[in-house]
């Protein structure tokens, strides 16, 4: 039972003076989850050619098996988090698991698209409790400033490499066992981390005023979702019009530009709200600290790079090189490499040199390993450039991660802990849909332009390697700007960020609920 007195501790994961015995344990439980959230984004993706020929899934349809998990994942992520912190962090998270394993299961059985859709629609859904109540007890439990940077080492490695490890899972149970298994993976995941979560995770809420901010829920959720489809329907567009050959521009789509307007009017009119109520579902005092808005900008920086590299990698692994779905899994493993060397340099740096330096050689190291893959031509074979890209991509992402999960959520006391959570997921989640918006976009343009090229002087552009080569063209174009954002993410740290080793806390302050 959780103690109705309020407790004066060093965070929410401390009983009274000292730091809660269990609390490396917690972590580990807690991991798994946040692993299994991140895995669903892209377990999926290698699965749906398999998916689609079961279900019989028509292509026009077929994207809906992502969107549908995004949308309710990014819209639901404000109300996730401020949920956490007023119900319970462990309610919340137990909540969260429950779900996600039920929605799992319900999409391991779909016998229609209609079932299929919706159960990830509940997966989101419940991943929307799930991601910010996991965070937010990493952040309570944790408020020794060595200790916090090594439990979000193990978040940065899980943030960093997790899209990969997906890959290759989902090309391991859709080539060696079923598609649904993709779904199915999860239910034993979740069980056993209820399980162990119900005795070892502690207990916290935030003190003090409790009451929801309903506008702020709607105009939130609303904004978020509308703004996360209206980019999604423009990276469909482009999609389309590369598998179609059109030049037709992805921006003329009017439902895309609809979508996005009004998730602008919406996260405009959430903002005036946020600032008059009483009790806000987004304190703006989160975003209007510099060092946190310098994360939180970065967060959407490095989101915007990082799934597009992903997804293009992918393609070049499977189209141009011709690799089995698992085959192409375990190509993408050197970034998970490079994540966990650096993630675990990273833990013991943050407390001697500060956040800034590791964040700003972070978004470098991982722009120079996109540059490098950009670089990458039909005939490049793995270990030339795509195993030196992708490491160094990989260590960038572990300098990257570690510091801004320390940096977004330090300092922000027990009251917010779920809501600052929820707005670094939710920046990733928004900075990855206006990424693969951004970098298809970009890609299906230079494919158009090589083929146009081609057939202006005189070449024939239906000729197979003229088609291989013009994909080479799209995919190496998308590393680029991919680069470039993430050399934008580096600068925005830069010029932000000004915390030192000298300024991370230890929430010496902060007053919590704990049983």
Not at 338 to 349: E, I, P, T
Not at 471 to 482: K, L, M, N, P, R
Request: charged content about 10%; proline content about 4%; glycine content about 12%.
């Amino acid at each position: 039972m959780t103690d109705p007195t309020p407790t004066r501790a060093s965070g929410a994961g401390h009983i009274g003076d000292e730091p809660y015995p269990r609390r490396w344990l917690a972590l580990a439980v807690i991991a798994v989850t946040i692993l299994m959230v991140i895995l669903d984004a892209t377990i999926v993706n290698i699965a749906m050619p398999a998916v689609a020929a079961d279900l019989d899934i028509a292509s026009a349809n077929l994207q809906w098996i992502v969107t549908a998990y995004t949308l309710t994942f990014g819209g639901l992520l404000l109300l996730g988090g401020r949920i956490a912190d007023f119900w319970g962090r462990k309610r919340t998270y137990l909540v969260g698991a429950g779900g996600f394993a039920v929605a799992s299961a319900l999409g391991g059985i779909a016998t229609s698209e209609e079932l299929l859709f919706a159960a990830r629609a509940l997966q989101g859904a419940f991943g929307a409790l799930l991601a910010p109540a996991s965070l937010a007890l990493i952040t309570v439990l944790f408020t020794d400033a060595k200790e916090r940077a090594k439990a979000f080492a193990v978040y940065g490695a899980i943030a960093g490499g997790g899209s990969a490890v997906g890959l290759l899972l989902g090309g391991v149970l859709t080539e060696y066992a079923d598609w649904r298994w993709c779904f199915w993976v999860n239910v034993p995941v979740a069980v056993l981390a209820i399980a162990a979560a119900i005795r070892i995770v502690p207990e916290s809420r935030t003190p003090g005023d409790t009451s929801y901010d309903v506008p702020g829920a709607v105009l939130g959720t609303l904004g978020l979702a509308s703004f996360v489809y209206g980019f999604t329907r423009v990276a469909q567009a482009a999609e389309e019009n590369a598998a179609t050959g059109s030049t037709d521009s992805a921006w003329a789509d009017p439902w895309a530009l609809l979508f996005i307007g009004v998730g602008v009017l919406a996260v405009a009119a959430f903002v005036v709200v946020e600032l008059r109520t009483r009790n806000p579902l987004l304190p703006m005092r989160l975003l209007l600290d510099r060092n946190r808005g310098g994360a939180y900008l970065t967060s959407t920086l490095v989101g915007a790079g990082l799934l597009g590299a992903f997804f293009f990698l992918s393609l070049y692994f499977q189209q141009v090189l011709g690799y089995t779905p698992v085959t192409a899994g375990f190509a993408s493993l050197p970034t998970t490499l490079g994540v966990l060397v650096s993630a675990g340099a990273a833990s013991g740096l943050v407390p001697r040199v500060g956040p800034k330096p590791l964040m700003v050689l972070g978004g470098l190291l991982a722009a120079a390993g996109l540059f490098v893959m950009s670089f990458l031509e039909v005939d490049s074979g793995f270990w030339g450039l795509a195993f030196p890209g992708q490491l160094l991509l990989g260590l960038g992402l572990g300098f990257t991660f570690v510091p801004l999960s320390n940096l977004a959520l330090i300092g922000v006391g027990g009251h917010d802990a779920g809501a600052a959570s929820a707005v670094l997921n939710a920046t990733q989640q928004i900075g990855a849909s206006i990424g693969t918006a951004l970098l298809a976009t970009l890609s299906v343009g230079a494919i158009t332009d090589y083929v146009t090229g081609v057939a202006t002087s005189g070449g024939n552009p239906q000729d197979p390697a003229v088609v291989l080569q013009a994909q080479v063209e799209g995919y190496t174009t998308a590393f680029t700007w991919a680069a470039a954002l993430l050399v934008l993410g580096a600068v925005a740290s830069a010029l932000l960020i000004k915390a030192t080793k000298d300024d991370i806390p230890t929430d010496t302050d902060a007053v919590a609920h704990v049983g």
